[in-house]
């Protein structure tokens, strides 16, 4: 990848999570930047190619993984039951702004309601509740897991 080219997917990354949180959570314009400013260093990152070959969905799928879920299920259990599943309902909907919403929102809500939650229901939640939620947050505790066993 060139110079020119480092950076052409950070506009489609924040194309895809405004679109979804708004469409899925009713997040405004302001919140979901608040969110998205902890993926502003890897955005912008000269090594792209850590950061951008998850899809955007990998990264907002956690969002729906409350404390009443991870109270339910194991950690695997949350990404195999509800992260991956709703990742790969939103990576079948390209592009993104003409995805189908009310059917989007159905589908959701059937992994959802399983477990006791619903969309309404995480679009309640206090902003602050989200920022640091996602995939990268656990990275941090398992490393920091990994170095206390090994120190």
Not at 64 to 76: A, Y
């Amino acid at each position: 990848m060139n110079s020119a080219d480092e950076y052409e997917y950070k506009p489609y990354y924040l194309e895809f999570w405004n679109c979804a949180l708004y469409e899925l959570l009713g997040w405004s314009e302001d919140r979901i930047h608040e969110w998205a400013l902890q993926y502003d260093a890897d955005l912008d990152s000269k090594n792209v190619t850590l950061f951008y070959h998850e899809t955007p969905s990998y990264y907002i799928s956690p969002l729906f993984i409350t404390d009443k879920i991870r109270s339910q299920l194991e950690e695997l259990e949350q990404d195999q039951k509800i992260a991956w599943p709703i990742a790969s309902i939103l990576d079948n909907e390209e592009p993104i702004l003409e995805a189908n919403w009310p059917q989007i929102r159905t589908k959701i809500n059937e992994i959802l309601n399983k477990y006791g939650e619903s969309l309404d229901s995480i679009s309640k939640l206090l902003p602050e509740e989200f920022i640091g939620k996602g995939i990268h947050p656990i990275i941090p505790q398992k490393q920091q897991d990994y170095n206390s066993k090994t120190n």
